[in-house]
Protein backbone atom coordinates (compact mmCIF):
# COMPACT_ATOMS: atom_id res chain seq x y z
CA UNK A 1 0.00 0.00 0.00
CA UNK A 2 1.34 3.29 -1.08
CA UNK A 3 2.09 6.08 1.96
CA UNK A 4 -0.94 8.23 0.06
CA UNK A 5 -3.27 5.61 0.02
CA UNK A 6 -2.18 4.20 3.93
CA UNK A 7 -3.45 8.19 4.71
CA UNK A 8 -6.64 7.72 2.36
CA UNK A 9 -7.71 4.90 4.75
CA UNK A 10 -6.66 6.40 7.74
CA UNK A 11 -9.00 9.49 7.46
CA UNK A 12 -11.75 7.31 5.74
CA UNK A 13 -11.37 5.22 9.01
CA UNK A 14 -11.47 8.24 10.83
CA UNK A 15 -14.86 9.40 9.21
CA UNK A 16 -16.09 6.22 9.80
CA UNK A 17 -15.99 6.09 12.93
CA UNK A 18 -17.08 9.55 13.62
CA UNK A 19 -20.40 8.21 11.32
CA UNK A 20 -20.60 5.21 13.67
CA UNK A 21 -20.34 7.37 17.14
CA UNK A 22 -23.17 10.17 16.05
CA UNK A 23 -25.39 9.09 13.21
CA UNK A 24 -28.25 6.53 13.47
CA UNK A 25 -29.30 5.66 9.81
CA UNK A 26 -32.75 4.79 8.47
CA UNK A 27 -34.09 1.43 8.04
CA UNK A 28 -30.87 -0.14 9.84
CA UNK A 29 -30.68 -2.45 12.74
CA UNK A 30 -28.22 -0.95 15.12
CA UNK A 31 -26.39 -4.32 16.43
CA UNK A 32 -23.89 -5.64 14.33
CA UNK A 33 -23.87 -3.24 11.74
CA UNK A 34 -22.22 -3.66 8.65
CA UNK A 35 -19.95 -0.11 8.43
CA UNK A 36 -21.79 1.93 6.04
CA UNK A 37 -19.73 2.82 2.89
CA UNK A 38 -18.47 6.67 2.32
CA UNK A 39 -19.27 7.80 -1.03
CA UNK A 40 -17.22 10.67 -2.00
CA UNK A 41 -18.93 11.90 -5.02
CA UNK A 42 -21.26 10.94 -7.75
CA UNK A 43 -20.96 10.98 -11.56
CA UNK A 44 -24.00 9.62 -13.82
CA UNK A 45 -25.21 6.52 -12.55
CA UNK A 46 -21.87 5.86 -10.55
CA UNK A 47 -21.00 6.45 -6.88
CA UNK A 48 -17.93 6.36 -5.95
CA UNK A 49 -16.39 5.58 -2.93
CA UNK A 50 -12.98 7.20 -1.11
CA UNK A 51 -10.82 4.24 -2.10
CA UNK A 52 -12.02 5.66 -5.97
CA UNK A 53 -14.41 2.02 -6.45
CA UNK A 54 -17.29 3.01 -8.46
CA UNK A 55 -20.39 0.95 -7.98
CA UNK A 56 -22.94 1.36 -10.97
CA UNK A 57 -26.02 2.60 -8.86
CA UNK A 58 -28.97 0.29 -9.80
CA UNK A 59 -31.40 1.47 -8.08
CA UNK A 60 -31.28 5.24 -8.54
CA UNK A 61 -30.38 5.42 -4.95
CA UNK A 62 -33.49 4.66 -3.29
CA UNK A 63 -35.64 5.50 -6.33
CA UNK A 64 -34.86 8.96 -7.10
CA UNK A 65 -31.87 9.46 -9.24
CA UNK A 66 -33.27 10.22 -13.22
CA UNK A 67 -30.53 11.94 -15.07
CA UNK A 68 -27.99 10.73 -13.04
CA UNK A 69 -25.71 12.01 -10.23
CA UNK A 70 -24.21 15.59 -9.30
CA UNK A 71 -25.62 16.57 -12.47
CA UNK A 72 -23.94 19.73 -13.55
CA UNK A 73 -26.78 21.66 -15.41
CA UNK A 74 -29.51 20.99 -12.30
CA UNK A 75 -26.17 21.89 -10.05
CA UNK A 76 -25.43 25.10 -12.37
CA UNK A 77 -29.27 26.14 -11.58
CA UNK A 78 -29.54 25.73 -8.15
CA UNK A 79 -26.43 27.87 -7.54
CA UNK A 80 -27.57 30.46 -9.34
CA UNK A 81 -31.26 30.36 -7.54
CA UNK A 82 -29.29 30.21 -4.67
CA UNK A 83 -27.74 33.35 -4.96
CA UNK A 84 -31.54 35.29 -5.92
CA UNK A 85 -33.65 33.40 -3.15
CA UNK A 86 -33.26 30.41 -1.36
CA UNK A 87 -36.51 30.27 1.14
CA UNK A 88 -39.06 32.50 1.74
CA UNK A 89 -42.40 32.11 3.95
CA UNK A 90 -45.03 30.14 1.39
CA UNK A 91 -48.24 31.76 3.06
CA UNK A 92 -48.88 35.67 1.47
CA UNK A 93 -45.86 35.29 -0.58
CA UNK A 94 -44.78 33.41 -3.73
CA UNK A 95 -42.18 33.38 -6.05
CA UNK A 96 -41.15 32.66 -9.74
CA UNK A 97 -39.87 28.36 -9.31
CA UNK A 98 -42.55 27.73 -7.15
CA UNK A 99 -45.68 28.95 -10.26
CA UNK A 100 -43.33 27.90 -12.94
CA UNK A 101 -42.59 24.25 -11.41
CA UNK A 102 -46.56 24.06 -11.07
CA UNK A 103 -47.42 25.35 -14.14
CA UNK A 104 -45.47 22.80 -15.61
CA UNK A 105 -46.60 20.37 -13.73
CA UNK A 106 -50.25 20.93 -14.14
CA UNK A 107 -49.71 20.94 -18.19
CA UNK A 108 -47.87 16.98 -17.64
CA UNK A 109 -50.16 15.64 -15.48
CA UNK A 110 -53.81 13.89 -16.85
CA UNK A 111 -56.06 16.95 -17.77
CA UNK A 112 -58.29 16.80 -14.86
CA UNK A 113 -55.30 18.17 -12.49
CA UNK A 114 -55.43 21.90 -11.81
CA UNK A 115 -54.08 22.95 -8.22
CA UNK A 116 -50.24 21.82 -6.74
CA UNK A 117 -49.99 21.86 -2.92
CA UNK A 118 -46.36 21.56 -2.12
CA UNK A 119 -44.75 19.87 1.08
CA UNK A 120 -41.41 18.15 1.73
CA UNK A 121 -40.77 14.63 0.52
CA UNK A 122 -43.19 11.80 -0.24
CA UNK A 123 -44.79 11.04 2.78
CA UNK A 124 -46.12 14.54 3.87
CA UNK A 125 -46.98 14.58 0.01
CA UNK A 126 -49.25 11.55 0.90
CA UNK A 127 -50.34 13.04 4.72
CA UNK A 128 -51.47 15.73 2.40
CA UNK A 129 -53.87 13.79 0.33
CA UNK A 130 -55.64 12.19 3.03
CA UNK A 131 -55.89 15.05 4.85
CA UNK A 132 -57.31 16.83 1.59
CA UNK A 133 -59.60 13.86 0.86
CA UNK A 134 -60.94 14.09 4.41
CA UNK A 135 -61.77 17.67 5.29
CA UNK A 136 -63.37 17.21 1.25
CA UNK A 137 -66.22 15.92 2.48
CA UNK A 138 -66.48 16.93 5.63
CA UNK A 139 -66.46 20.86 4.34
CA UNK A 140 -69.26 19.77 2.70
CA UNK A 141 -70.86 18.33 5.63
CA UNK A 142 -70.41 21.23 8.30
CA UNK A 143 -72.41 23.94 8.09
CA UNK A 144 -72.93 27.21 11.18
CA UNK A 145 -70.87 24.70 13.92
CA UNK A 146 -73.07 21.55 13.08
CA UNK A 147 -71.98 18.65 11.24
CA UNK A 148 -75.06 17.15 8.85
CA UNK A 149 -75.62 13.76 8.12
CA UNK A 150 -73.24 10.63 7.44
CA UNK A 151 -69.56 11.33 8.45
CA UNK A 152 -67.70 10.32 5.32
CA UNK A 153 -63.89 9.35 6.93
CA UNK A 154 -63.24 6.17 5.99
CA UNK A 155 -60.21 5.19 3.73
CA UNK A 156 -59.56 2.18 1.65
CA UNK A 157 -56.36 1.29 0.93
CA UNK A 158 -54.57 -2.14 -0.61
CA UNK A 159 -52.93 -5.16 1.08
CA UNK A 160 -49.15 -4.82 1.38
CA UNK A 161 -49.01 -1.08 0.06
CA UNK A 162 -46.24 1.19 1.37
CA UNK A 163 -47.39 5.10 1.57
CA UNK A 164 -44.88 6.67 3.59
CA UNK A 165 -43.47 6.56 7.57
CA UNK A 166 -45.44 9.57 9.47
CA UNK A 167 -48.60 8.21 11.68
CA UNK A 168 -51.37 8.77 8.45
CA UNK A 169 -49.29 7.26 5.79
CA UNK A 170 -48.71 4.33 8.42
CA UNK A 171 -51.79 4.39 9.01
CA UNK A 172 -52.67 3.69 5.17
CA UNK A 173 -49.82 1.20 5.08
CA UNK A 174 -49.94 -2.33 5.20
CA UNK A 175 -49.52 -3.85 8.64
CA UNK A 176 -46.23 -5.16 8.51
CA UNK A 177 -42.74 -5.70 9.88
CA UNK A 178 -42.17 -1.87 9.19
CA UNK A 179 -44.96 -0.46 11.65
CA UNK A 180 -45.70 -3.67 13.81
CA UNK A 181 -44.78 -1.42 17.29
CA UNK A 182 -47.58 1.49 15.97
CA UNK A 183 -50.62 -0.83 14.87
CA UNK A 184 -52.40 0.19 18.26
CA UNK A 185 -52.33 3.97 17.35
CA UNK A 186 -52.85 4.00 13.53
CA UNK A 187 -56.55 4.58 12.60
CA UNK A 188 -58.43 1.81 10.88
CA UNK A 189 -58.74 1.32 7.57
CA UNK A 190 -60.55 -1.05 4.82
CA UNK A 191 -57.64 -2.92 3.58
CA UNK A 192 -58.71 -5.00 -0.15
CA UNK A 193 -56.36 -6.90 -1.98
CA UNK A 194 -54.81 -5.42 -5.13
CA UNK A 195 -57.39 -6.18 -8.05
CA UNK A 196 -57.39 -10.16 -9.95
CA UNK A 197 -60.06 -11.58 -12.38
CA UNK A 198 -62.21 -12.86 -9.18
CA UNK A 199 -61.88 -10.31 -6.77
CA UNK A 200 -63.63 -6.77 -8.16
CA UNK A 201 -66.97 -8.75 -6.76
CA UNK A 202 -65.33 -8.35 -3.04
CA UNK A 203 -64.83 -5.12 -3.31
CA UNK A 204 -67.83 -4.00 -4.76
CA UNK A 205 -69.88 -5.97 -1.88
CA UNK A 206 -67.56 -3.75 0.47
CA UNK A 207 -68.60 -0.50 -1.31
CA UNK A 208 -72.14 -1.57 -1.05
CA UNK A 209 -71.65 -1.82 2.92
CA UNK A 210 -69.18 1.23 3.17
CA UNK A 211 -69.08 2.92 0.27
CA UNK A 212 -70.88 5.87 1.58
CA UNK A 213 -68.90 6.48 4.53
CA UNK A 214 -65.78 6.15 2.77
CA UNK A 215 -64.16 9.31 1.95
CA UNK A 216 -60.93 8.15 -0.34
CA UNK A 217 -59.21 5.39 -1.85
CA UNK A 218 -55.31 5.27 -1.72
CA UNK A 219 -52.83 3.15 -4.26
CA UNK A 220 -49.89 2.94 -5.45
CA UNK A 221 -50.84 2.47 -9.08
CA UNK A 222 -49.37 -0.69 -10.74
CA UNK A 223 -46.33 -1.30 -9.02
CA UNK A 224 -45.93 -1.66 -5.19
CA UNK A 225 -42.70 -0.75 -4.55
CA UNK A 226 -41.55 -1.13 -0.89
CA UNK A 227 -44.22 -4.08 -0.53
CA UNK A 228 -41.58 -6.05 -2.72
CA UNK A 229 -42.07 -4.55 -6.50
CA UNK A 230 -45.06 -6.29 -6.59
CA UNK A 231 -46.92 -5.65 -10.02
CA UNK A 232 -50.51 -5.67 -11.22
CA UNK A 233 -52.58 -5.36 -14.30
CA UNK A 234 -53.69 -1.94 -15.67
CA UNK A 235 -57.36 -2.81 -17.12
CA UNK A 236 -58.12 -4.12 -14.01
CA UNK A 237 -56.94 -1.18 -11.62
CA UNK A 238 -59.09 0.65 -14.00
CA UNK A 239 -62.10 -1.07 -13.49
CA UNK A 240 -61.51 -1.04 -10.31
CA UNK A 241 -61.13 3.27 -10.13
CA UNK A 242 -64.64 3.08 -12.24
CA UNK A 243 -66.45 1.19 -9.38
CA UNK A 244 -64.93 3.63 -6.89
CA UNK A 245 -65.34 6.74 -8.60
CA UNK A 246 -69.14 5.71 -9.41
CA UNK A 247 -69.16 5.58 -5.41
CA UNK A 248 -67.97 9.23 -4.98
CA UNK A 249 -64.51 7.97 -3.58
CA UNK A 250 -61.72 10.66 -4.03
CA UNK A 251 -58.91 8.36 -5.60
CA UNK A 252 -55.73 9.46 -4.46
CA UNK A 253 -52.88 7.48 -7.07
CA UNK A 254 -49.46 7.71 -4.71
CA UNK A 255 -47.01 8.20 -7.46
CA UNK A 256 -44.11 8.87 -5.26
CA UNK A 257 -42.21 6.09 -6.51
CA UNK A 258 -44.01 5.50 -10.05
CA UNK A 259 -43.65 9.03 -11.35
CA UNK A 260 -41.73 10.61 -13.56
CA UNK A 261 -41.55 7.56 -16.10
CA UNK A 262 -40.23 4.11 -14.11
CA UNK A 263 -43.59 2.38 -15.59
CA UNK A 264 -42.69 3.20 -18.99
CA UNK A 265 -44.92 6.69 -19.15
CA UNK A 266 -44.50 9.85 -17.65
CA UNK A 267 -47.06 8.58 -15.25
CA UNK A 268 -48.61 5.06 -14.15
CA UNK A 269 -51.72 7.29 -14.08
CA UNK A 270 -51.39 7.21 -17.87
CA UNK A 271 -51.72 3.39 -18.20
CA UNK A 272 -55.59 3.37 -16.82
CA UNK A 273 -58.70 5.82 -18.23
CA UNK A 274 -60.20 6.41 -15.09
CA UNK A 275 -57.97 8.92 -14.12
CA UNK A 276 -57.00 10.01 -10.09
CA UNK A 277 -58.70 12.92 -8.47
CA UNK A 278 -55.30 13.52 -6.37
CA UNK A 279 -52.01 12.85 -7.49
CA UNK A 280 -49.05 12.42 -5.05
CA UNK A 281 -45.34 13.14 -6.69
CA UNK A 282 -42.48 13.33 -4.72
CA UNK A 283 -39.17 11.22 -5.17
CA UNK A 284 -37.91 11.91 -8.87
CA UNK A 285 -40.00 15.03 -9.03
CA UNK A 286 -36.35 16.94 -8.18
CA UNK A 287 -34.76 14.56 -10.62
CA UNK A 288 -33.72 12.96 -7.25
CA UNK A 289 -31.51 16.07 -6.05
CA UNK A 290 -33.65 17.82 -2.81
CA UNK A 291 -36.54 16.73 -0.92
CA UNK A 292 -39.58 18.16 -2.88
CA UNK A 293 -43.47 16.75 -2.04
CA UNK A 294 -46.56 17.76 -4.45
CA UNK A 295 -49.92 16.80 -4.27
CA UNK A 296 -52.14 17.83 -7.09
CA UNK A 297 -55.72 17.38 -7.07
CA UNK A 298 -58.54 18.51 -9.49
CA UNK A 299 -60.74 21.71 -9.54
CA UNK A 300 -63.55 18.93 -7.84
CA UNK A 301 -61.19 18.70 -4.56
CA UNK A 302 -60.06 22.36 -4.89
CA UNK A 303 -63.78 23.94 -4.92
CA UNK A 304 -64.77 22.76 -1.92
CA UNK A 305 -62.11 24.65 -0.24
CA UNK A 306 -62.99 27.73 -1.36
CA UNK A 307 -65.50 28.97 0.77
CA UNK A 308 -66.82 31.96 2.85
CA UNK A 309 -65.81 30.01 6.38
CA UNK A 310 -62.73 30.23 7.71
CA UNK A 311 -63.15 27.14 9.26
CA UNK A 312 -62.93 25.37 5.99
CA UNK A 313 -59.77 26.52 4.94
CA UNK A 314 -56.77 24.02 4.54
CA UNK A 315 -54.71 24.39 7.69
CA UNK A 316 -51.79 22.77 6.62
CA UNK A 317 -48.60 23.65 5.49
CA UNK A 318 -44.66 23.01 6.42
CA UNK A 319 -41.41 25.94 7.00
CA UNK A 320 -39.96 24.10 3.70
CA UNK A 321 -43.21 24.67 1.64
CA UNK A 322 -42.23 25.52 -1.69
CA UNK A 323 -38.61 25.95 -0.75
CA UNK A 324 -37.05 27.58 -4.40
CA UNK A 325 -34.18 25.82 -4.36
CA UNK A 326 -36.11 22.80 -4.51
CA UNK A 327 -38.57 24.17 -7.37
CA UNK A 328 -35.61 24.85 -8.54
CA UNK A 329 -34.21 21.64 -8.96
CA UNK A 330 -37.74 20.39 -10.54
CA UNK A 331 -37.55 22.50 -13.20
CA UNK A 332 -34.49 21.41 -13.94
CA UNK A 333 -34.89 18.00 -14.11
CA UNK A 334 -38.09 18.78 -16.28
CA UNK A 335 -35.66 20.49 -18.66
CA UNK A 336 -33.58 17.11 -18.84
CA UNK A 337 -36.57 15.12 -19.18
CA UNK A 338 -36.85 16.78 -22.73
CA UNK A 339 -33.23 17.45 -23.55
CA UNK A 340 -32.22 13.91 -22.75
CA UNK A 341 -35.21 12.20 -24.74
CA UNK A 342 -35.89 10.67 -21.38
CA UNK A 343 -39.34 9.08 -23.41
CA UNK A 344 -37.08 7.07 -25.65
CA UNK A 345 -34.30 6.00 -22.94
CA UNK A 346 -37.34 4.99 -21.00
CA UNK A 347 -38.58 2.83 -23.95
CA UNK A 348 -35.42 1.38 -24.67
CA UNK A 349 -34.96 0.47 -20.69
CA UNK A 350 -38.15 -1.54 -20.82
CA UNK A 351 -37.41 -3.33 -23.57
CA UNK A 352 -34.20 -4.07 -22.50
CA UNK A 353 -35.81 -5.38 -18.78
CA UNK A 354 -37.74 -7.90 -21.35
CA UNK A 355 -35.02 -9.33 -22.87
CA UNK A 356 -33.02 -9.93 -19.61
CA UNK A 357 -36.34 -10.88 -17.68
CA UNK A 358 -36.23 -14.08 -20.89
CA UNK A 359 -33.21 -14.87 -20.45
CA UNK A 360 -33.50 -15.14 -16.73
CA UNK A 361 -36.68 -17.21 -17.38
CA UNK A 362 -34.52 -19.26 -19.95
CA UNK A 363 -31.79 -19.61 -17.47
CA UNK A 364 -30.69 -23.48 -16.07
CA UNK A 365 -31.55 -23.99 -12.46
CA UNK A 366 -27.91 -23.45 -10.92
CA UNK A 367 -27.09 -21.58 -7.36
CA UNK A 368 -30.17 -19.48 -6.20
CA UNK A 369 -33.45 -20.46 -8.29
CA UNK A 370 -35.66 -17.17 -8.75
CA UNK A 371 -39.27 -17.11 -9.62
CA UNK A 372 -41.83 -14.65 -10.39
CA UNK A 373 -40.34 -12.70 -12.73
CA UNK A 374 -41.81 -9.31 -14.09
CA UNK A 375 -40.96 -5.98 -15.63
CA UNK A 376 -43.14 -2.80 -15.69
CA UNK A 377 -41.75 -0.22 -17.62
CA UNK A 378 -38.01 0.51 -16.23
CA UNK A 379 -38.65 -1.71 -13.29
CA UNK A 380 -37.52 -5.27 -13.30
CA UNK A 381 -38.25 -7.88 -10.15
CA UNK A 382 -38.28 -11.40 -9.08
CA UNK A 383 -37.90 -13.08 -5.84
CA UNK A 384 -35.12 -15.38 -4.73
CA UNK A 385 -36.64 -18.95 -4.10
CA UNK A 386 -34.62 -19.02 -0.92
CA UNK A 387 -36.63 -18.78 3.07
CA UNK A 388 -39.78 -16.47 3.49
CA UNK A 389 -41.14 -14.05 1.07
CA UNK A 390 -40.43 -11.57 3.44
CA UNK A 391 -38.76 -8.40 3.92
CA UNK A 392 -36.44 -9.90 6.98
CA UNK A 393 -34.93 -12.29 4.78
CA UNK A 394 -31.54 -12.26 5.40
CA UNK A 395 -30.71 -13.10 1.08
CA UNK A 396 -30.78 -9.54 1.49
CA UNK A 397 -27.95 -8.21 3.03
CA UNK A 398 -26.03 -11.25 0.89
CA UNK A 399 -26.84 -10.61 -2.35
CA UNK A 400 -25.99 -6.34 -1.57
CA UNK A 401 -22.88 -7.75 -0.70
CA UNK A 402 -21.75 -9.88 -3.57
CA UNK A 403 -22.82 -7.48 -5.95
CA UNK A 404 -21.23 -4.52 -4.56
CA UNK A 405 -17.83 -6.57 -4.62
CA UNK A 406 -18.60 -6.81 -8.69
CA UNK A 407 -19.19 -2.99 -8.48
CA UNK A 408 -22.94 -2.79 -8.32
CA UNK A 409 -25.33 -1.60 -6.07
CA UNK A 410 -28.61 -3.10 -5.81
CA UNK A 411 -30.90 -3.68 -2.46
CA UNK A 412 -32.97 -6.04 -2.26
CA UNK A 413 -36.34 -6.12 -0.16
CA UNK A 414 -36.08 -9.17 1.45
CA UNK A 415 -35.43 -11.81 -1.40
CA UNK A 416 -37.36 -9.75 -3.75
CA UNK A 417 -34.54 -8.30 -6.41
CA UNK A 418 -35.05 -5.60 -8.14
CA UNK A 419 -33.77 -3.43 -10.14
CA UNK A 420 -34.37 0.33 -11.21
CA UNK A 421 -31.88 2.24 -13.23
CA UNK A 422 -31.01 6.21 -13.71
CA UNK A 423 -32.29 6.67 -17.32
CA UNK A 424 -28.77 8.26 -17.93
CA UNK A 425 -27.17 4.26 -17.42
CA UNK A 426 -25.32 3.45 -20.92
CA UNK A 427 -25.92 0.01 -22.63
CA UNK A 428 -22.50 -0.86 -21.37
CA UNK A 429 -23.00 -0.43 -17.92
CA UNK A 430 -26.92 -2.11 -18.04
CA UNK A 431 -24.93 -4.99 -19.63
CA UNK A 432 -22.44 -4.94 -16.79
CA UNK A 433 -25.64 -4.78 -13.92
CA UNK A 434 -27.20 -7.66 -15.78
CA UNK A 435 -24.24 -9.96 -15.79
CA UNK A 436 -23.24 -9.26 -12.17
CA UNK A 437 -26.81 -10.09 -11.34
CA UNK A 438 -26.45 -13.42 -13.61
CA UNK A 439 -23.20 -14.41 -11.81
CA UNK A 440 -24.22 -14.18 -8.04
CA UNK A 441 -27.21 -15.97 -8.84
CA UNK A 442 -25.05 -18.93 -10.66
CA UNK A 443 -22.44 -18.87 -7.70
C1 LIG B 1 -40.96 6.22 -0.87
C2 LIG B 1 -42.43 6.27 -0.92
C3 LIG B 1 -43.16 7.10 -0.07
C4 LIG B 1 -42.51 7.92 1.02
O1 LIG B 1 -41.67 8.90 0.50
P1 LIG B 1 -40.55 9.55 1.44
O2 LIG B 1 -39.99 10.66 0.64
O3 LIG B 1 -39.56 8.44 1.70
O4 LIG B 1 -41.21 10.00 2.69
C5 LIG B 1 -44.53 7.14 -0.21
N1 LIG B 1 -45.16 6.40 -1.14
C6 LIG B 1 -44.49 5.59 -1.97
C7 LIG B 1 -45.25 4.83 -3.02
C8 LIG B 1 -43.10 5.48 -1.89
O5 LIG B 1 -42.45 4.64 -2.70
Redesign the pocket.
Known amino acids: MSHVSRLRTFALMNWIEKDRKYIWHPFTPQKERLDPIFIERGKGSLLYDSEGHAYIDAVSS??VTLHGHAHPYIAEKLYQQALELEQVIFAGFTHKPAIELAERLVTLLPQNFTRIFYSD??????EVSLKMAIQYWWNQAYENGVHKGIKRNKIIAFKNS?????FG?MSVSDRGVFTMAFHDLLFEVLFIDTPEKDNIKQTKALLEEYGHEVAAFIY?PLV???GGMKMYDAALLDELLGIMQETGIICIA?????GFGRTGKLFASEHMQHKPDII?L??GLTGGTM?L?VTACSDKIYNAYVNDDKLKTFFHGHSFTANPLACTAAIASLDLVKQNNVIEKIEWLTAQHQLFAAKLAAREAKGFSVKNIRTQGTIIAFEIDKGKDEYLNNISQEITQKCMAKGVYIRPLGNAVYLMPPYCITQEELNTIYETLLSVLND
Open positions: WWNGSTSTYHGDTAEQGADEVMTCSKAG
